[in-house]
């Protein structure tokens, strides 16, 4: 557990070792790592500027680390998208009920 400083947001403590577990430091550095190299691949598209990691580069690294302790993703079939993307505002679009 981490204790932020309301005034400035630092960092102020620790407890319990839970801050920063290998298990999660693996997720940090494959983020840092394919940012890196996003980085260099797409210099010439980039103005120097603070931007945000591309969607796809998260989910790359989420999918990896699934992979990596057995857990598969499941995938939607039309039908299920259609409906998943039919709620509005918890409205179901009654075109696809």
Known sequence: MAINN????????????????????????????????Y????????APS???VPAELDEQVAARKLAAIGVRLDTLDAVQEQYARS??????????A
């Open 6 to 37: 309301a005034r400035t947001g630092d960092l102020v403590g620790q407890v319990a070792a839970e801050a920063s577990p290998a298990s999660i430091m693996d997720l940090s550095f494959a983020g840092l790592a394919l940012s890196a190299r």
């Open 39 to 46: 980085l260099l691949e797409h210099a010439a598209q980039l």
């Open 50 to 52: 603070v931007h945000d």
């Open 87 to 96: 709620w509005t505002a918890g409205t179901l679009d009654q075109s696809v």
